[in-house]
């Protein structure tokens, strides 16, 4: 079983940028498809990025396309998304996840995002 911890959340101006951090640990990282969620106040969660446990093959929600950019390193065990261009829309709480297959089965504890107008 892996542990998740996220961290790298804060407060932004717009058109700013952050860059969140996904800590694995207690399980095998590179065998783990990745992503990064993020939920709304008063929104379902949602998919923001993916990044394949191999090939590093990343898909992006419509949203953020050519704003984030998601990466890993599994000598680090740790998963990253890249935020620029940030808007209002983008404030949620951001969670990492990892998945066996396309089952995301653990989950880390958040880190919230804040963008200011």
């Known amino acids: 079983q892996v542990q998740l911890v996220e961290s790298g959340g804060g407060l932004v101006q717009a058109g700013g940028s952050l860059r969140l951090s996904c800590a694995a640990s207690?399980?095998?990282?590179?065998?783990?498809?990745m992503g990064w969620f993020r939920q709304a106040p008063g929104k379902e969660r949602e998919s923001v990025a993916r990044?394949?446990?191999?090939?590093?093959?990343?898909t992006y929600a419509d949203s953020v396309k050519g704003r984030f950019t998601i990466s890993r390193d599994n000598a680090e065990n740790t998963v990253y998304l890249e935020m620029s261009g940030l808007k209002p829309g983008d404030t949620a709480v951001y969670y990492c996840?990892?998945?066996?297959?396309?089952?995301?089965?653990?989950w880390g504890q958040g880190t919230p995002v804040t963008v200011s107008s």
């Open positions: 207690g399980g095998t990282f590179s065998s783990y498809n």
């Open positions: 990044i394949t446990r191999f090939s590093g093959t990343t």
């Open positions: 996840a990892a998945a066996i297959g396309s089952q995301y089965r653990y």
